[in-house]
């Protein structure tokens, strides 16, 4: 299959018009003079389905909410899952446009993947806004703070003064104002006496605000770091929201910044210093004075806050720029229009209808689509249309797919496309009258009219060479070194196969598995082997030349496990005792990926290789590395090549596997560096996954790598899948982020593509946005599903416009913000020094908030930090952020474990981001236990700890169990069936099956954690002031950081001088 042939075309073959500003070369889509002509001024958008209401087929009557699930639509709309017949093709004659330009990807080669790295770095951006010196934070704030309520509306801004005008000055109330709104920061945990008035509320836009009872804080410059000097001078960024520069030639940093890069840590060498080895707790130095933490911005709090509001509710996707409930709050989602907050979140629901304004602001401007993630039961799988041989119906111009904002005009003949303005005919066989409303009378009995996602069935021109695809196969591939073989890992893969291979995925309602399966073994040389059915024995093929991969054997090797079982588990049975006794210890690993590339072409198939290696690949081969590590470039301006790939061989094996639609999936068992950077080039590209086992061991690993590898092997995925993100004018999609491939500016190529990866997009203005008409973001993915059938998954969502920066501010959402952050951060530290990279996020941080404090505030005193309602607890996120493995500059830290970090962030979604920054520390001592419910978390620092305590902490990688050193005997006999704390026996990863009610609702709790997540977690067991400890202390985010980093309050107080600095 020749690269040429891969169609990545038709859905995708014309650049959309009118989008000026593409780089010179792309393909040009039509000037910008024809752009309107056919139907004159946009219309102006009306919600997809008024008053949130969806009648079902047949139905005339108002007021009817549809089932969720339900067949309503009619028979040419089949659900997910189920397989039938075809729409009968309409005459050849009446259909819409079928796709049939080539695409410009295709026409001309796209620019080697060396150029298309170079291209995506220059748009990092850090112009002289990088050269602004930081300053420390104080490391001892003397705050006294409160929160004063501020008038309603919506948007309340919690205050808190801090700084020299406020120093020493009593606490200052003002008169209260009243607060009808029921937002509030810390509410409830506003310390007593030093409160005056109503204690929270949203605050008015424009309404004064009063001075509060203020935080009394030490001015923030009263102890400048030495050698750290210079306010915030600079000119704001140039280069727009979330923009990384490269530092241009002659730009370097800052003179005479310290080398010690770390913002803050870096910056703390005494508390710093004491640190490393104690406890942030057991710190020396001068006492410090702590803000009351109660009083600041809580991030447990406005979860359940929200959870309160929204939890258990129904969420209707009717209305434009509406905010959805935190992806913390458990809720369901009813599609009348807009897609699910599951699929696609954004960093705003409101945006600046100008690119002035969002350049003013700095605030991101993003998407973070998750294309098929998963749903809960309750809520109905996505409808698939089939419009037979015609395929979906597009705009001719723009092409993008029929959706809810396509407006019907000229009785119905025509519509005007609502991404371009095009006018397009209707297709006869599509043709519906309107009605009195103007709205096709089939509106609620087509998807593709009234819900915001959905799948068209696609033809054969979205198939690789005009052909429907194959399903996809799934190729074990087991390094059976001698490490390996020692460690039982071989073993442990080959058992857990035979009872894996019976779960493969299959389309919801087939009778089985459509997946093919292939296996090998490997360590210097591949061996291949034939599982053919009709094989009393399996046979193997050795090829040891692997210099010119080739798969030895075509029929026989990727197989049915249905038909081939007793020959699969017969090879199972061997493999681990055929190499029993090898003595080798080298392995190749890039020819092993460049195997399953060539099994997959022979195949005419996409698919996923699942390889377990435990070292890197030092035999001769392609690919072959060596010890690059080097804990010397930390913290200069090389340590970027840490986080580098090695070029050549895998940057080749990258592109060889999108086109193929091979995704590799890596399972890691090291006991020392493997340039992971570099090993996790490919399954980064290819919508795979890195797993991770340092030293492993069977007895406290083997379950936790077995849980991994059936959540691999099962999850939801899509193969050979590529996605477009189409806009309405005057803004476009301009940078994306995930674990995909670009070759060229628009389309987002996946080799893979599963329940849990995300791809954040994000936008920037060519035009001016209406207010009226809005803006509308459509996000289409074609991939081949399980089962093996071409779809086009579609996703609409429909924002709001606003000339007002308090609107854009109200609609914040700060998970999506912090999801954006993350990932353009970890990409910017592969070109720039991190000390660069974390002050522009520091900076950016401190210019949305002063923006937000100059244009949408009330007056009031510069010493109160006002921060948006909906950013309220942005600066937490944040501060966590750049206390992250990759952003901190630690010789301490493994530069593997850095990389892994890295890459893995770059694939998630708004949920995983949110839970790996603010991790949950569940109180379990004091619970319930016939609640139905966990605890709920408390905050994420040592503050919140107790003695006598259980607490359970999670981010979604790593689980601990902490356990007080004054725990009561019956807590630590209930749980762990031991008489005392002195007892316990080292690490153990496993709590025991005891029958009371304690023990069975803590691991009800750890259960249910480790389901909801994509990754297992294994369960780490600490005791209070045991030396693993510190692993577990890593993850309180408030805190000061281990390895460097500011704790959450001194971080507020910094950014805080710095939006007064930005004020002045
Ligand atoms: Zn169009």
């Known amino acids: 299959m020749s690269q040429q042939g891969y169609v990545a075309a038709p859905p995708y073959s014309q650049a959309p018009p009118g989008m000026g ?18 139907g004159g001024a946009p219309h102006p958008f009306s919600a997809p389905v008024a008053g ?219 508390p710093q210093a004491s640190m490393q080895g104690g406890f942030p707790g057991a710190m020396a130095g001068p006492p410090q004075k702590k803000l009351d933490p109660d009083a600041i911005p809580s ?38 229009g807009n897609a699910s907050p599951r699929f696609i979140r ?47 119906i597009r705009c001719n111009r723009c092409k993008a797919y029929m959706c809810p904002y396509m407006q019907f005009i000229d009785g119905g003949r025509r519509y005007q496309c609502t991404f371009c303005n095009c006018v397009n005919e209707v297709p006869v066989f599509y043709f519906q009258h309107l009605d009195h409303m103007g709205r096709r009378v089939d509106f609620y009995e087509r998807p593709e009219l009234s819900l915001g996602s959905y799948e068209f069935v696609a033809t054969l021109d979205y198939c690789k060479n005009n052909k429907l695809p194959n399903p996809p196969a799934f190729i074990f591939m087991i390094d059976v070194s001698y490490n390996n073989i020692k460690s039982g890992l071989v073993k442990l893969i080959c058992d857990e196969l035979k009872t894996l291979l019976e779960k493969l995925p299959r389309e919801e309602g087939a009778d089985g598995s459509a997946v093919k399966v292939g296996f090998v073994t490997y360590d210097k040389v591949l061996h291949f082997y034939n599982v053919k059915s009709a094989l009393a024995q399996p046979q193997m093929m050795v090829v040891s030349d692997t210099t ?172 050979d899948a590529i996605m477009r993100v189409r806009t309405s004018t005057g803004f476009r999609a301009t940078d994306f982020f995930g674990a995909i491939h670009m070759n060229n500016t628009t389309d987002v190529e996946m080799a893979a593509v599963d329940c849990d990866k995300a791809v954040t997009v994000e936008f920037k203005h060519d035009d001016a946005l209406s207010e009226e008409s809005g803006a509308l973001i459509q996000c289409a993915l074609l991939y081949t599903n399980i089962s093996g059938q071409r779809r086009l998954r579609v996703h609409n969502l429909s924002l709001n416009c606003s000339s007002q920066l308090s609107e854009l501010y109200k609609s914040c959402e700060t998970d999506s913000l912090i999801n954006f952050f993350a990932k353009s951060a970890y990409r910017a530290i592969l070109n720039q020094p991190l000390k660069n990279v974390r002050e522009i996020l520091v900076n950016q941080t401190a210019h949305m908030l002063a923006c937000y404090r100059k244009n949408c505030a009330s007056p009031s005193a510069a010493s109160q930090l006002i921060l948006p309602d909906a950013m309220k607890v942005f600066p937490v996120y944040m501060n966590s952020l750049m206390k992250t493995a990759p952003l901190v500059g630690s010789t301490e830290l493994s530069t593997d474990d850095r990389a892994h970090q890295r890459l893995a962030v770059m694939a998630m979604g708004v949920e995983d981001t949110q839970l790996l920054l603010y991790p949950r520390l569940i109180p379990l001592h004091n619970m319930d236990v016939d609640s139905e419910v966990a605890p709920a978390p408390v905050r994420c620092s040592e503050e919140r700890l107790t003695d006598s305590g259980l607490f359970l902490l999670e981010n979604g990688h790593s689980m601990f169990l902490w356990i007080g050193q004054a725990a009561s005997p019956d807590l630590i006999q209930g749980i762990f069936n031991l008489p005392s704390l002195a007892h316990f026996q080292g690490l153990t990863s496993t709590l025991p099956d005891l029958d009371n009610p304690l023990s069975k609702k803590v691991r009800a709790i750890i259960r249910d954690l480790q389901n909801k997540r994509p990754n297992s977690m294994k369960l780490q067991i600490v005791r209070q002031k045991d030396k693993p400890e510190m692993l577990f202390r890593q993850l309180l985010v408030e805190d000061k950081g281990l390895h460097g980093g500011a704790s959450y309050v001194d971080f507020l107080c910094y950014v805080h001088r710095e939006i007064r600095q930005l004020l002045t």
């Open 346 to 392: 954004c960093t705003t629901y409101t945006l600046p209808c100008t690119a002035e304004l969002a350049k003013q602001c700095q605030v991101p401007l993003a998407a973070v689509v998750k294309p098929l993630a998963n749903l809960p039961k309750n809520e109905a799988p996505l409808y698939a249309v089939n419009h037979g041989e015609t395929g979906p």
């Open 299 to 336: 991030t447990t709090q406005v979860i359940e806050d929200d959870k309160a509001k929204n939890g258990g509710q129904v969420y209707c996707t009717n209305i434009r720029g509406q905010l959805p409930p935190l992806v913390t709050t458990d809720f369901t989602v009813q599609d009348q």
């Open 548 to 719: 010119e991969m080739f798969v030895p054997l075509l029929d026989g090797f990727l197989v049915s496990y249905q038909d081939s079982k007793a020959v699969i588990c017969n090879l199972l049975d061997q493999i681990p005792t055929m190499f029993a006794d090898t003595a080798e210890s080298e392995t190749v690993f890039a020819p092993v990926i460049q195997a399953g590339v060539e099994a997959f072409k022979a195949a005419e198939c996409s698919g996923k290789l699942f390889i377990f290696q435990s070292f890197m690949p030092t035999a001769e081969a392609p690919g072959k590395l060596k010890n690059r590590d080097d804990k010397k470039l930390v913290n200069t301006d090389k340590e970027k090549t840490l986080f580098q790939p090695q070029k050549g061989v895998y940057e080749q094996l990258c592109k060889d596997c999108v086109v193929q639609g091979c995704c590799v999936d890596l399972f890691l068992f090291p006991n020392q560096y493997l340039d992971l950077a570099t090993m996790a080039d490919v399954p980064s590209h290819t919508g795979g996954s890195v797993y991770k086992y340092n030293n492993f061991q069977m007895e406290t690993d083997g379950e936790h790598f077995l849980a991994d590898l059936r959540k691999s092997v099962q999850k939801h995925i899509g193969f």
């Open 21 to 38: 500003g593409y780089q010179v070369g792309y393909a040009a889509g039509p000037a910008q003079p024809l752009y309107g002509h056919h």
């Open 52 to 270: 949130g209401v969806m009648k079902p087929p047949g139905s005339t009557a108002a007021g009817m909410v549809p089932l969720p699930v339900s067949s309503q639509y009619n028979p040419n709309y089949q659900q997910n899952g189920s397989h039938q017949q075809r729409y009968a093709a309409p005459p050849a004659v009446s259909h819409g446009q079928p796709p049939h330009a080539l695409p410009s990807s295709m026409a001309s080669p796209g620019p080697p993947p060396t150029q298309q790295l170079t291209n995506q770095m220059s748009a990092m951006n850090l112009g002289s806004y990088g050269q602004n010196h930081m300053q420390h934070p104080p490391t001892s704030p003397v705050v006294q703070q409160s929160f004063q309520s501020p008038p309603p509306p919506a948007v309340g801004q919690p205050q808190m003064p801090l700084g020299p005008q406020v120093h020493h000055a009593p606490p200052q109330m003002s008169p209260p104002q009243s607060s009808t709104t029921n937002m509030s920061i810390a509410s409830h945990s506003m310390p007593g006496p030093p409160m005056g008035g109503p204690p929270m509320g949203g605050q008015s836009m424009g309404s004064p605000v009063g001075g509060g009872p203020p935080m009394v804080g030490q001015p923030m410059g009263a102890q400048p770091m030495a050698g750290m000097s210079g306010p915030f001078p600079g000119p704001p960024p140039p280069a727009g929201p979330g923009g990384f520069q490269h530092l241009g030639p002659g730009q370097a940093g800052p003179p005479g910044y310290p080398q010690q890069a770390g913002q803050f840590g870096g910056m703390m060498p005494g």
